[in-house]
């Protein structure tokens, strides 16, 4: 694994993932706080594959979800990024921006920092014409932040997302555009 930096910001570092970032990503995802939000926690190797599938598709791609380093410490803090949405629903095919970061680091505003750069290299390196997100109806913190980055709720757009389990809380969830102008 190369580790080209794909986006800078004035704190963050967005790049691709590196072998020593498997143990602390691994740390993050079995940690119940920081995965409420997620049908469940993920095995070690869950884990694993979620970043050589993710390192994988940057190659080929040039996007996916990316490694989120702090600059200040070189630490890596979580993953963030956009990725081509591989379930059924009512709007893919589409690409949706997403984020999961360590808890040690949230409310510092570096959730919006990444989201609005990444955004940026969306709409103008990539010149992708619309990014979506979405998450479960219950999780406020995700929502309040793709409402700071400018996404507006498509009115009608909720929907089970079909890869939680038909009984689960987080099953409902909410969805989430934004367009290259910044309107839907």
């Excluded at 869950?46 to 791609?61: H, L, P, T």
Aim: with cysteine.
């Amino acid at each position: 694994m190369e580790s080209r930096i794909y986006i800078e910001t004035e704190r963050l570092y967005v790049r691709q993932w590196k072998e020593e970032d498997l143990h602390p990503f691994y740390k993050l995802n079995s940690c119940p706080k920081v995965m409420r939000f997620y049908p469940n926690l993920l095995s070690r190797k869950e884990s694993d594959n979620f970043v050589c599938k993710a390192s994988s598709q940057i190659d080929e791609n040039g996007y996916s979800f990316w490694a989120i380093e702090l600059k200040e410490s070189s630490k890596l803090i979580g993953t963030m990024g956009i990725a081509d949405v591989y379930f059924k629903a009512h709007f893919t095919p589409a690409v949706e921006i997403g984020w999961r970061l360590d808890n040690k680091y949230w409310r510092r505003g570096l959730g919006y920092e990444g989201a609005k750069a990444i955004l940026s290299y969306a709409f103008n390196t990539l010149m992708m014409k619309e990014v979506v997100s979405f998450t479960s109806s219950i999780n406020t913190p995700s929502i309040s932040l793709m409402e700071k980055i400018g996404m507006k709720k498509d009115i009608g757009g909720d929907f089970d997302h079909p890869n939680v389990d038909v009984n689960h809380p987080l099953r409902k969830h909410v969805l989430y555009r934004i367009g290259l102008d910044g309107i839907i």
